[in-house]
């Protein structure tokens, strides 16, 4: 049965929405299997690509005061790419390995004390791969207010940007240098105050006379290294947080494109998330784009509430890395029929939520078994080579329309999310497009559930109450 004239018809009555209509006209129609459950989606092979052309979403996130509007590092939304080549997909595939293998390292070696930098002069501990998967939000720094476009990153504690003075490497950008002399809010931290003493959560702290600094050092020689300090932070022109505690970087290095620097909220001590807990009570959300060419959410607090539609899964620690968004994966079904795969295959070595990877990462258990099934739905169209991390891919060449097979992840607590066609597929040329998965080395290794397979939803960090939500149409 199509579902396309149902979802126009009720939604446009509803709600006279150019989004909605036009997210139900890049999904234009389902099919729907056992029991009611979807079992595909028509979509057009052109919905998969990347878009040329920028159009924002206009609700930006409900017009909740505290929304900040999310952009793709590498998509026409964004004013900061600077890669003339900005959507080389094998490039941010490799980075997206190289974050993973990070994240897994920290997870199973914890307390490891990195090499120290030479660069860096600070030794360091965790830290990981900024990627260039990632996801970037303009927020305002100083008295007077200046923006600054950075990275968001749900596994990265501290929140810096690269300032003035510059030693050292310096990369640049069209945006400003922060300048700590143009603010009348800056001040530096100093040596011995608890809050430098927190610091180690990251690596470590050090003096430069009385003044504390912070080295955080990220995967494939990525660093930063400055003075920790705080100042005023604008969220929006009504959300603002006095002293709030920042590096501001005279020394960075790696992958961080065109961003000039990170917000980090990771479950830590230093992250935005716990500075702002009296505020906005440890609790965010953000939804993600189905394509580079439009725009998501970032939004604090619980002001406009998560969507009705939300559900809930606990969000709870893994190992000893305390700063990663623990969540517990216990199934995956394709068409709407549950794959066989016993549930321990999915808690062997944890699971987390990740904002800054890409693809999600199975143990090969169950990835096995999620290409097998989706390869046999997929039968009647022409496979394509397996390329970058991928070994299910087709060539959409001849088509303009494909029928999509729906995938579940369900989560404990009786969470079942039907992934939004842009997440199930991942188009690394248009003649090659791939199932959006890869596999761990082996089962014990730690799952990451990544940013792609978020797409469209509102994901929600209730923190403080232990739990993760996803709402359906989160962009809308
Ligand atoms: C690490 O960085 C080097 C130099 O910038 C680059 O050539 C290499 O591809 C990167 N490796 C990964 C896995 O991103
Ligand atoms: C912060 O500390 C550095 C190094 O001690 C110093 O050069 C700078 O003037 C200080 N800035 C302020 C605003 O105190
Ligand atoms: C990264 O750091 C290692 C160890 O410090 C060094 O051997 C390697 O050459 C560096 N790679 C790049 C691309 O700078
Ligand atoms: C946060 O800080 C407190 C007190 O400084 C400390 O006891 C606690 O372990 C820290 N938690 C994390 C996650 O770093
Ligand atoms: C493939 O096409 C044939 C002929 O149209 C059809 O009978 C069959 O159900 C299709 N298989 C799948 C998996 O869609």
Redo the contacts with the bound molecule.
């Keep these: 049965m199509e579902g396309s004239f149902f979802c126009v018809s009720s939604r446009a009555l509803l709600l006279l929405s150019l989004h909605v209509l036009m997210n139900c006209f890049m999904h234009e129609g389902y099919t729907y299997g056992a029991k009611g459950k979807i079992a595909s989606y028509t979509v057009s092979v052109r919905s998969l690509l990347p878009s040329p052309s920028c159009s924002p979403s206009t609700t930006k996130g409900g017009n909740r005061k505290s929304t900040l509007e999310v952009v793709h590092k590498h998509g026409p939304c964004s004013q900061h790419v600077q890669d003339p080549h900005p959507l080389n997909h094998i490039k941010i595939l ?2 997206d ?2 974050r993973v293998g990070w994240i897994q390292s920290q997870s199973s070696n914890s307390g490891d004390v990195l090499k120290t930098s030479a660069a860096a002069r600070l030794p360091a501990k965790s830290g990981i ?1 900024v990627g260039t998967g990632n996801y970037l939000v303009t927020i305002g720094l100083q008295t007077p207010k200046k923006d600054l476009t950075l990275i968001f990153d749900t596994d990265s504690p501290l929140t810096w940007t690269r300032g003035k003075p510059c030693v050292g490497s310096c990369y640049t950008r069209s945006d400003p240098i922060f300048n700590p002399s143009d603010s009348s809010s800056y001040a530096n931290i100093s040596c011995t105050s608890s809050s430098c003493s927190q610091l180690g959560s990251i690596g470590s702290s050090r003096c430069s006379g009385s003044t504390c600094l912070y080295s955080i050092q990220y995967g ?2 990525s660093s930063s290294v400055g003075f920790f300090a705080t100042e005023k932070l604008t969220i929006s022109p009504m959300e603002v947080t006095d002293n709030f505690q920042f590096g501001c970087g005279e020394n960075n290095q790696g ?1 961080f494109g065109g961003a000039a620097g990170l917000i980090g909220l990771s479950d830590d001590n230093i992250s935005i998330v716990e500075q702002t807990a009296d505020k906005y009570g440890k609790y965010f959300s953000y939804c993600l784009p189905s394509s580079t060419g439009s725009t998501g959410h970032l939004t604090f607090g619980k002001e406009g509430g998560a969507p009705s539609s939300s559900s809930f899964t606990p969000l709870s620690r893994v190992h000893q890395s305390s700063q990663f968004y623990g969540i517990s994966i216990v199934g995956i079904s394709v068409e709407g029929n549950p794959l066989s795969i016993p549930s321990m295959v999915f808690s062997n070595g944890g699971a987390i939520i990740d904002s800054g990877t890409v693809i999600t990462r199975l143990p090969p258990t169950a990835y096995r078994a999620l290409g097998s099934a989706f390869g046999k739905a997929m039968a009647n169209y022409t496979r394509a080579p397996a390329v970058s991390l991928f070994d299910t891919c087709y060539d959409f060449n001849k088509e303009s329309k494909v029928a999509v097979p729906s995938i579940t992840f369900s989560f404990a607590g009786g969470v079942n999310l039907d992934l939004d066609p842009s997440g199930i597929f991942y188009a690394v040329k248009a003649l090659q497009v791939c199932l959006a998965f890869a596999a761990n080395r082996v089962d014990s290794d730690l799952v990451i559930y990544g940013n792609a397979q978020q797409k469209m939803f509102e994901v929600v960090y209730d923190v403080a109450g232990g739990k993760l939500g996803f709402g359906s149409n989160g962009c809308s």
């Design positions: 490799l980075q390995e190289s791969t494939n020689n992958l």
